[in-house]
């Protein structure tokens, strides 16, 4: 019912920066916490930041500082601005939503996106 489309990943030199979008789409009554997170291979995936409907944000020790979440409600669209990206950051970085997708009888989703390679070179 939640389709999630990402956007925004490439290549990018140690230092850059990138911006990753994610909008959702389809039938939902909203689109509540959004998240990203990140998974190398043979590892598990990770949350890299998040983010309530009303702007309440976390992140993790290694995106502090430099990494930053935004969402605009409007447009049911999630971003992740990452500046002075290092080799440690380079990953598949998932798109991740809740949405409540009735209101009665309540029924909830979690959705994922499928994903957008960001590589950082050294």
């Known amino acids: 019912q939640v389709q999630l489309v990402e956007s925004g990943g490439g290549l990018v030199q140690a230092g850059g920066s990138l911006r990753l979008s994610c909008a959702a789409s389809g039938r939902f009554f909203s689109i509540n916490a959004m998240a990203w997170y990140r998974q190398v291979p043979g590892k598990e995936r990770e949350l890299v930041a998040s983010?309530?409907?009303?702007?309440?944000?976390n992140y993790a020790d290694s995106a502090k500082g430099r990494f930053t979440i935004s969402r605009d409600n409007a447009k049911n669209t999630v971003f992740l601005q990452m500046n002075s990206l290092k080799s440690e950051d380079t990953a598949v970085y998932y798109c991740n939503a809740d949405s409540l997708l009735k209101l009665w009888p309540r029924k909830d989703g979690n959705y994922w996106g499928q994903g957008t390679q960001v590589t950082v070179s050294s």
């Open positions: 983010i309530t409907r009303d702007g309440t944000t």
